[in-house]
């Protein structure tokens, strides 16, 4: 990705005017100010960016500071991890870590010194009592009985309060400002309170803790901090935090400025409500892929570099908005695009056997590991074997429409392998489809692509010796809805944010080890989780916006759905047939049962032919010559299609030259392109299949001699591959006999060919 200039903001127009006009004499420090008490989200991401990218363009550092004024939730546990975070992020605060909690002495004395100048007090009032007396938009509030106290008594009460003398809750300390001002923040706030919780770094030492807008301006001031940027909510405390450092006499004193908090839609966004989805079980921690914690997006394959591209895309503004999460998944996909290796993986494994593709064959195919346009060099090493898996969701029995995937006398070509069609489809007694026999058109092995052959489909694939077992955790949003509601959050989330499935995936994937992004093609970017054993890949993100064709349909989700913990992944989805839930027309329902009943059709077929009286009476017509299945299958897939094209009745076709056309495929005298053949004539003139397929020649060929002279005529033409096969490239067996076939008119048996090219080429 090119390194953009970024764009201008007003806080860059800010520093940039400070300093050309000397401010803190050309000093530039910022700091990021995380409290160590829950993991970072990719908001802060934004303010990592903003506050380290600052400090490096005009020369100066940024700091990281542990604001650990809160000792009830903060942890060393978190402390660790933010630093683990901001690193990973890209940027090094070096020796620039601070704690907030180390100036709590500093903090102290300041506080004495605002009680030494009368700018300071200790109220005895209760809590609410505090509240109440504030005031309202349209009331001053009213001043306190102990703002009158005199410094000495202030001076040892606040003392006392360190002293652990008094009860928490009893007594606080107060700025003296003004309780007529506008802003309620200057309305005497609070500075101090009493607290008996143990800090995790300073122990049971205080018993006294500031409040964060006393804590947050003087931690500035301590570390000369230049420009202290925060979120929007804190623009009311801007003018307590310019009174507090001027109280306190502080020379030459930090300024804030707020900038918009990033929001993004189908995204909870803050540490409370992690730490519900992570204690109550939504989740499987912290880092869970789902969760929008930098430790969850690294897990689940996001880079430092799309985080900070997105912040440098979103800007900094000057009003909240919610940024579209589509936005940040597209920058994603355009750094993964270079940077993701290419690979195969088949989510739901369809076996499938090359019947004309020896047993003991295997061809190695040199597959790049890049497309050629992004010039990323390096290869791997494929192995294609006679069996192999396609995904289930590249098959349809009964295609819809428009379908470019395989299905029953279709073909497809294999990403980087040959073209196969498929032949047959194997079930299972409960009519599953376990199995696609498919013959591997030889002549396209190599990338090739002979005239006239056109398949539009592509398909990924695995080898069925080589392929390892992986888990693919596929993560859908983790929450429903757009914006999700402060206090709702739970009921919104959504029920199948994660499907586990077992599929498997190409060697070299798995040999690249942990940590390792790849594109497996069509399915999107994956990346291989180092917290999992075995073999498992998150699916970063899909390869397009809203892209589920790979998805086969889901099953209709249950009632309720939306509360449901996701915690335990999703149960495997079968696949669904398409069509299955649609209602049948009660007379094609009964000649579908009837059809399944005396057949033992599936169902998808017998629904086609069940579809119209025509069809069915011509099946058991041509049921009695052919084998009833297999003339089920060509009817279903070839033949409807045909009369439909030609729009004929199938009345007027021979049922029984049918059935006898069938059983020559099944025999082996004719392959499925000429099969094809004979039907059309017999749609158009009728008559007997034998006698089409002795007049056409175009019986299937197993003669050597025949196939010899084809093969050597193919030989004679082609001297360039004869050397290199001669050289050792033995895999240009699969040119020739492609080469072959083709010679034949598509007649010589691939089977025979294959001996017969072997023979010949020595
Ligand atoms: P949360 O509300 O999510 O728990 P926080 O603001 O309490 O976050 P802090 O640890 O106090 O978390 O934040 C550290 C810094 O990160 C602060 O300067 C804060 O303004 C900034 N920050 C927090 N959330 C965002 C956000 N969504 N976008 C930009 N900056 C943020
Ligand atoms: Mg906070």
């Not at 749609?683 to 397929?693: A, C, K, S, Y």
């Amino acid at each position: 990705m090119a390194e953009l200039t970024p764009p201008p903001h007003f806080l860059r127009a800010l520093v940039a005017a400070d300093q050309a006009r000397g401010a803190y004499g050309g000093r530039v420090v910022t700091r990021f100010p995380p409290e160590p008490n829950g993991y970072l989200h990719i908001g802060h991401a934004k303010s990592i960016c903003l506050n380290f990218g600052l400090a490096a363009e005009f020369g100066g550092v940024c700091h990281l500071r542990y604001d650990d004024t809160n000792p009830e939730t903060e942890r060393e546990e978190y402390v660790a991890k933010i630093l683990e975070y901001v690193r990973w992020l890209g940027f090094d605060p070096g020796k620039n870590i601070f704690f907030a909690s180390d100036y709590f002495g500093k903090l102290y004395d300041y506080a004495n010194y605002l009680i030494r100048h009368g700018r300071a007090y200790v109220c005895d009032l209760p809590d609410e009592e505090i509240s109440r007396q504030r005031g309202s938009v349209s009331e001053p509030g009213t001043n306190s009985p102990y703002r009158e106290r005199s410094v000495a008594e202030n001076l040892d009460l606040f003392a006392r309060m360190q002293a652990g003398e008094f009860p928490e809750g009893s007594r606080v300390l107060r700025a003296k400002i003004d309780m007529a001002n506008p802003n309620f923040k200057m309305r005497d706030p609070l500075l101090y309170r009493i607290k008996f919780a143990h800090h995790y770094r300073t122990g049971d030492t205080w018993k006294v803790y500031p409040f964060y807008d006393f804590a947050h301006c003087l931690s500035d001031a301590i570390e000369k901090i230049t420009h202290s940027i925060c979120t929007l909510e804190f623009e009311n405390n801007r003018e307590l935090y310019d009174w507090i450092l001027a109280a306190c006499d502080i020379e030459d004193p930090p300024h804030q400025h707020e900038f918009a908090r990033l929001n993004l839609t189908y995204t909870v966004m803050s540490k409370r409500r992690f730490l519900r989805l992570v204690n109550e079980g939504y989740v499987e921690g912290w880092d869970d892929p789902r969760m929008p914690t930098l430790a969850g997006l690294r897990r689940r394959g996001v880079t430092p570099e799309a985080l900070r591209a997105l912040a440098d895309r979103v800007g900094v503004a000057k009003a909240n908005s919610v940024v579209e999460v589509e936005l940040f998944e597209n920058l994603l996909r355009d750094d993964l695009n270079g940077r993701a290796p290419r690979g195969l993986a088949v989510l739901r494994p369809l076996p499938v056997t090359l019947t004309n593709w020896p047993a003991d064959r295997v061809d190695r195919i040199e597959a790049p590991l890049f497309p050629a346009d992004l010039g990323v060099p390096g290869s791997r090493t494929l192995s294609l074997g006679q069996k192999l898996f396609l995904d289930r969701s590249d098959f349809a029995e009964v295609p819809p429409k428009g379908w470019h995937r395989l299905a029953p006398g279709g073909e497809v070509r294999l990403r980087h392998g040959p073209v196969v069609r498929c032949d047959e489809v194997v079930k299972d007694a409960a009519g599953e489809v376990v199995e696609l026999r498919c013959s591997a058109d030889l002549a396209t092995l190599d990338g090739r692509n002979p005239e006239g052959r056109k398949v539009r489909g592509v398909v990924h694939w695995v080898d069925a010796a080589t392929a390892v077992p992986a888990e693919l955790r596929l993560y859908e949003r983790l929450v429903n809805v757009e914006k999700p509601t402060a206090d709702d959050f739970l009921q919104e989330l959504n029920p199948r944010s994660l499907e586990v499935v077992r599929g498997l995936v190409e060697p070299a994937v798995v040999a690249a080890g942990a940590s390792a992004h790849w594109q497996f093609e069509r399915l999107g970017y994956f990346f291989r989780d180092p917290a999992r054993e075995g073999v498992a890949f998150n699916r970063t993100v899909t390869l397009r916006e809203g892209w589920t064709a790979e998805e086969p349909p889901k099953a209709p989700s249950e009632a309720g759905s939306g509360k449901a913990a996701p915690t335990k992944p999703a149960a495997e989805t079968a696949p669904v047939a398409p069509n299955a839930a649609k209602a049948l027309d009660p007379e094609v329902a009964a000649r579908r049962d009837a059809l399944v009943a005396a057949y033992a059709l599936p169902d998808a077929v017998a629904r086609v032919i069940a579809a119209e009286a025509g069809t069915d009476a011509l099946f058991r017509a041509a049921a009695v010559t052919g084998k009833p299945t297999s003339v089920a299958v060509f009817l279903a897939n070839v033949v409807v299609g045909e009369l439909r094209a030609a729009k004929a009745d199938p009345a007027a076709v021979d049922g029984a030259a049918l059935g006898r056309l069938v059983a020559r495929v099944d025999d082996g005298t004719l392959g499925a392109a000429q099969a094809r053949k004979v039907l059309s004539v017999l749609l158009t003139e009728g008559g007997d299949p034998d006698t089409i397929i002795a007049r056409e020649g175009l019986a299937k060929v197993s003669d050597p001699a025949q196939i010899g002279a084809w093969a050597d005529a193919v030989i004679a033409r082609s001297p360039a591959e004869v050397a290199r096969y001669q050289a050792g490239q033995k895999n240009l067996v699969g040119f020739f006999v492609g080469k072959v076939l083709a010679e034949s008119g598509g007649r010589a048996d691939a089977g025979a060919t294959q001996r017969v090219v072997g023979q010949k080429l020595g």
